[in-house]
């Protein structure tokens, strides 16, 4: 079981790792809110990751791709909030244009609630995590999987997933001190806003 969690765990972090709309959300929460929002969405991603291994285990991801409704409005719904995060993210920045301080130093608690519900979010009504855990769970759960078994392959691959993005989230805490200007803070805002969009029509127009 061992050999199989860690190649379990190593398939997860190679596609988590890959740029798409989880990596992005962490990057706009982490410079827009600071490293702790950036860890708070990071943590939302992971749990995403964790709900999707359990969910094709239990088969609710095959009857998502058996049944076209349900797939769509899956595909629509991440659509729209892709959409949603990426207009949000550029109104932001334009508003916070003027802002001379780092405007997630002294984030609240509501912000990283806010954040980790955006990862969540982000990530379970992504259609294309459930294909890719629809095929990849068959691989190492079987009909009559052990949910013992279950429960530590989405404990490895909501693992692997945290520690990807946290590291992403704490070395742009980092660097944050470059995101008090300005002009970078919009920029990144808006080209962060821009490519949530971007992914979301993506989304909206795959098959």
């Not at 992403?168 to 995101?179: P, Q």
Request: glycine letters at 12%.
């Amino acid at each position: 079981m061992t050999g199989s969690v860690l190649l379990f765990a190593g398939i997860v972090l190679i596609a988590v790792v890959s740029p798409g709309p989880d990596f992005v959300i962490v990057l706009r929460n982490a410079v827009a809110g600071g490293s702790r929002s950036g860890i708070a969405t990071a943590m939302g991603v992971a749990v995403g990751v964790s709900f999707w291994v359990v969910a094709a285990a239990a088969g609710a991801t095959a009857l998502v791709s058996a049944s076209p409704i349900a797939f769509d409005v899956i595909r629509f719904a991440g659509a729209a909030y892709l959409a949603y995060l990426g207009a949000r993210a550029i109104m932001q920045a334009w508003r916070e244009r003027g802002t001379v301080n780092d405007p997630g130093a002294d984030a609240p608690a509501q912000r990283h609630r806010t954040s980790f519900g955006q990862g969540l979010l982000c990530n379970v009504l992504n259609p294309k995590a459930a294909v890719f855990f629809l095929a990849l769970m068959p691989q190492f759960v079987g009909a009559d999987g052990d949910w013992a078994d279950i429960g530590v392959l989405a404990a490895s691959g909501g693992i692997v997933t945290a520690a990807w993005f946290l590291a992403v989230a704490m070395l742009v805490g980092r660097i944050r001190k470059l995101f008090q200007r300005r002009a970078v803070r919009a920029a990144v805002g808006t080209a962060t806003g821009s490519v949530l969009i971007g992914l979301g029509a993506q989304v909206a127009l795959s098959t």
